[in-house]
């Protein structure tokens, strides 16, 4: 997939002010849709109980800042250059309001009960920094293998 289609549009202000101004999230979601289609991939309700420090993060988080934990949003792609500057702003947005924002790359679905997991890179690294995670890297969580 280009990234291509999610630099920002040229009326990136007015973008924000409308985002802002929706009085619900699915209004927002689908504004988004709106903007850049297929930005957003999917929900997800928690993240696997094989990386517990994700859980725990998120929830710290959305302590810190005042809010319940929402969901897990996998999106495409989040830009850090200017010119994709509104995929970081939409992330931001849904962070302050209780969602953890992950690309693709980052985050995977168990595919028996749909649970977040990292991505074999993100397991390494995690690995490799001394965190508590599986030995292995699958792309099922340790309940789901054990069933």
Not at 26 to 44: M, T
């Amino acid at each position: 997939m280009s990234i291509e289609k999610f630099k920002n549009p040229v009326d990136i202000e007015s973008v924000r002010t409308r985002i802002v101004e929706c009085p619900t999230m699915k209004e927002v979601h689908d504004l988004i849709e709106q903007i850049l289609p297929g930005w957003i991939i999917e929900y997800l309700a928690d993240y696997s109980a094989d990386y517990q420090h994700l859980r725990y993060n998120w929830k710290e988080a959305c302590k810190m800042i005042g809010v319940r934990p929402a969901k897990i949003m996998i999106v495409e792609y989040i830009g850090f250059t200017d010119e994709y500057s509104l995929t970081r702003f939409f992330a931001e947005f849904f962070t302050h309001v209780g969602f953890v924002v992950r690309s693709r790359a980052e985050i995977i679905t168990c595919s028996k009960c749909n649970l977040a997991l990292p991505g074999r890179t993100e397991h390494e690294k995690m690995k490799n920094a001394g965190l508590q995670v599986p030995d292995v890297w699958s792309e099922t969580c340790s309940k789901c293998k054990s069933v």
